[in-house]
């Protein structure tokens, strides 16, 4: 081949792209996926709906989503009681295309996005991609947002976005609902939309804590939430926000990719969300299954996280690549992330759950 020098954006030079290991392996505990498949009456749904969809695959999909975002108000309302009109609510293939649209609309340069680390890997790519600066403000020993801290940030720095994932990934920990508020309340008079990422929603132990009772009270809300976690539909690439007010939602769509939700994707996603029944066992199941491995941790003697997600972050090991490590030999594969010393291992079946455990104990007494 003939010479030529690829002409790429010199910020992207040297990264990596994102991602975690897809391995075959017995227990695969390193990306929050839920572990149950769907029933066998929810893929036989699937199908039909979409074989009827097919019928229309000649033209493109309803830009819209109109029958989607109605799906997600009913689910919305029926998760936290709170309704809200589909003026509001805006899709996407995952929270991370949302993210991304959030971005492209409202960050940009000149423009700043404020985070708390150690929290989700992908911020600082959705404000790299956008020519967004990323703040950030470290959160405290246990992982908390030091509320004043956060709001002079604010003040000082002027950013246009504040992104809070709550419970945060890769530590677990939900922000408390009345710190929440000062943080909106603060960027309110300061110009800043707040957005809570609430990927991890539906597994908080306090049913009251969501975001989304607090977007009619402020008009600078933003929450994100996901069918990857919980719904255990990470494949089918859905995410959603639900937003203060329809202007928030009318902005992302100038930003949007034309036809950007396929007509399978969106009707595939309205049938699970016709489901969530199967759902809610499960999520029950592994929030029990949660709190069982916080307290085998803690009888290990480790320091664990307080988790309101479908994930545990615990620690601290003087060489935690080679806990990771030892647990991958033994089939079981965990998440090498967030701060040194602390591993996260998300929540499994709990056949895979009792194996990590095993594993965990038989790796720490070998490296003694
Ligand atoms: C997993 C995760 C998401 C979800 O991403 P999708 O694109 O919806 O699959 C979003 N935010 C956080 C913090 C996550 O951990």
Wanted: aromatic share 8%; net charge negative; glycine share 6%.
């Amino acid at each position: 081949m003939t010479e030529f020098e690829l002409p790429i954006r010199q910020d992207l030079i040297g990264h990596t792209p994102y991602g975690a290991p897809q391995q075959a392996v017995r227990a695969r505990l390193n990306v929050n996926e839920n572990p149950f498949p769907p029933s066998i009456e929810l893929r036989e749904a699937l199908a039909e709906a979409v074989s009827s969809a097919s019928e229309n695959l000649n033209r493109y999909p309803d830009r819209e989503a109109v029958q989607l975002r109605n799906s997600l108000s009913a689910y919305i309302e029926r998760e936290t009681g709170v309704s809200i009109g589909i003026d509001r609510i805006w899709s996407a293939n995952g929270s991370n295309e949302i993210m991304s649209q959030i971005f492209s609309a409202f960050g940009g340069p000149s423009r700043s996005a404020l985070t708390f680390p150690p929290t989700y890997s992908m911020y600082p790519e959705y404000s790299r991609n956008s020519f967004t600066q990323l703040l950030s403000v470290d959160r405290d020993i246990n992982f908390g947002i030091d509320v004043e801290s956060a709001c002079q940030a604010i003040v000082e720095l002027r950013p246009t976005l504040v992104l809070i994932a709550s419970p945060n990934n890769p530590t677990g920990n939900a922000i408390a609902i009345h710190d929440l508020e000062t943080i909106i309340e603060c960027a309110r008079v300061n110009q800043a939309l707040v957005v809570v990422d609430e990927a991890y929603a539906e597994f908080r132990r306090d049913i009251e804590s969501t975001a989304v009772r607090l977007i009619d009270k402020y008009p600078n809300v933003i929450v994100t939430r996901t069918l990857s976690k919980a719904f255990g539909f990470a494949g089918g690439r859905v995410g959603y926000c639900l937003t203060s007010t329809s202007e928030i939602v009318q902005t992302l769509m100038l930003v949007r990719l034309p036809y950007h939700l396929s007509a399978l994707t969106q009707a595939a996603a309205v049938t699970a969300l016709a489901h969530d029944f199967e759902l809610r066992e499960q999520v029950s199941i592994l929030r029990e299954q949660r709190d069982r491995i916080v307290s085998e941790l803690h009888a290990m003697g480790l320091d664990v996280a307080p988790s309101d997600a479908n994930f545990v972050f615990f620690g601290t090991f003087p060489d935690r690549h080679a806990i990771w490590q030892g647990l991958c030999d033994q089939g079981v594969l965990i998440r090498e992330t967030g701060p040194d010393h602390w591993l996260r291992v998300s929540v499994g079946t709990p056949e895979e759950n009792l194996l990590f455990l095993d594993s965990l104990r038989e790796v720490i007494r070998a490296s003694h």
